[in-house]
């Protein structure tokens, strides 16, 4: 067990992001399988796909994913649809 309070308090807000990011990053990989599986009709892949962009967007300004991994993943992700 940690020592200091600062100690203390940065074990704390460890678990609160870490819970938190892993929240997102199961968020993202959802969103991920409803563009995957909505292959049939073009208006449900196109706003599957909008959501998933929105998605993504909000993980990197929360810092849970890197700025590039989600320009990688809406590239893919337009390859996949176009």
Do not use: P
């Amino acid at each position: 067990m940690a020592n200091k309070k600062a100690s203390i308090k940065s074990i704390r807000q460890s678990a609160v992001h870490a819970e938190r990011n892993s929240r997102i990053r199961s968020r993202l990989k959802t969103f991920a399988k409803k563009v995957a599986a909505a292959k049939g009709d073009v208006d449900s892949v196109r706003q599957a796909a909008i959501r998933y962009v929105s998605v993504l967007d909000k993980a990197v300004k929360a810092g849970v994913i890197h700025a590039n991994r989600s320009v990688h993943c809406k590239s893919l992700m337009a390859k996949y649809i176009f």
